[in-house]
């Protein structure tokens, strides 16, 4: 199989996939229909998730995909698909990390802890 032939298979390919993800059901975490008890309640469930094992999972498809990008790829479109991967899983880590920081503050801030001092 020529190149043009195999880029051709693969771009449908691609495409196909791409388009087969469907992201329809999911809703965002929305304070105006859940209220604010049980908003907070599913935003400290998610943080607790992010932090305990999301984060690592996501340290460790990075790290995977950095060694295979030094052992294995083969040539620049592997080397570049490579790094397209790890770009979109740090996005991902970036996204979690600002929503998880914005909730933990209005976690402090929604605290009621009073001043004693003895």
Request: charged share 30%.
């Amino acid at each position: 199989m020529n190149q043009e032939k195999f880029r051709e298979k693969e771009t449908a390919l691609l495409r196909h996939l791409i388009g087969s993800i469907d992201l329809s059901d999911v809703g965002e975490l929305d304070k105006d229909t859940l209220g604010e008890e049980e908003y907070m309640n599913r935003a400290s469930e998610s943080e607790a998730f992010y932090r305990h094992f999301f984060d690592k999972v996501l340290k460790s498809l990075i790290q995977k995909q950095l060694e295979w990008i030094g052992n294995q790829a083969q040539n620049d479109l592997e080397l570049s698909f490579g790094r397209g991967t790890i770009n979109g899983l740090n996005l991902i880590k970036d996204w979690f990390e600002e929503q998880v920081g914005a909730l933990g503050q209005k976690i402090e801030d929604s605290r009621d802890i009073p001043n004693f001092k003895i």
